[in-house]
């Protein structure tokens, strides 16, 4: 069983849809991270959460919408992406410390995402 | 300039030699430094953090060079399942900044 486990796998929606992808850690983390993986370009940062608080959003379009109502749950609220929001998306966890410094990253498997 | 530069490769190597991967970074104010590596189609996993007095774990040894912004990696005595991207990552307070990744092919 992993630690960080992500639902759905795989997505494909229209334009107009809206969808959410979901995250669940269970390592007892206080930080969550959402991370866009395009190919051929470097993970993307998206959102932290730290302590269920959003403590940084890499100016990303509001057509992505995070939510966290606990340490253990992440979601990411998707409405009327683009064909060029396809992708993998990645979810985090880490044990951040007091100073805020991130600690390792456990990775869960990622929801590749196809916009039509 | 971007925050986080590796080279792409791939590097084609056969099993039993030895390769070294470079990283640079922008940001002289990064505190902590990482390798990851990802395997096809999965999710990138830590290999090891990197110190600046350089640590070796196994066949890997990492350095730091923070006057000139550099990370290395360095594989020895390469093996098949070493076949990976290796990802340099570089962090300041919270966020944590990828390369877009070295592929790294080890053939017999």
């Known amino acids: 069983e992993t630690g960080v486990t992500q639902t759905p796998r795989h997505l494909v929606m229209g334009m107009t849809n809206k969808k959410s992808l979901k995250c669940e850690q269970h390592?007892?983390?206080?930080?969550m991270y959402w991370y866009k993986q395009s190919a051929k370009k470097p993970l993307e940062l998206m959102f932290v959460?730290?302590?269920?608080?959003?403590?940084e959003n890499n100016s990303v379009p509001s057509r992505f919408s995070p939510e966290c109502p606990n340490s253990s749950h992440l979601f990411l609220h998707l409405h009327t992406l683009q064909p060029e929001d396809s992708a993998l998306y990645l979810c985090?966890?880490?044990?951040?410390?007091?100073?805020?410094?991130?600690?390792?990253?456990?990775f869960g498997e990622g929801s590749r995402l196809t916009v039509l | 300039r971007k925050e986080v530069e590796q080279d792409p490769g791939p590097f084609n190597v056969p099993e039993g030699a030895t390769v070294a991967f470079n990283c640079t970074y922008s940001?002289?104010?990064?505190?902590?430094f990482f390798w990851y590596r990802q395997d096809c189609r999965k999710e990138p996993k830590l290999l090891m953090s990197?110190?600046?007095s350089g640590n070796e774990d196994g066949r890997f040894t990492a350095q730091l060079n923070r006057a000139s912004q550099y990370i290395s990696l360095l594989i020895r005595d390469s093996k098949l399942s070493d076949s990976a991207t290796y990802l340099c990552?570089?962090?300041?307070?919270?966020?944590?900044?990828f390369g877009a990744g070295t592929i790294l092919r080890v053939k017999s």
């Open positions: 959460y730290n302590f269920k608080e959003q403590t």
């Open positions: 390592l007892g983390h206080n930080a």
């Open positions: 985090a966890s880490s044990q951040a410390s007091l100073q805020g410094s991130a600690g390792e990253l456990f």
């Open positions: 990552v570089v962090s300041y307070g919270n966020k944590l900044v």
């Open positions: 940001n002289s104010a990064s505190q902590s």
């Open positions: 990197v110190y600046s």
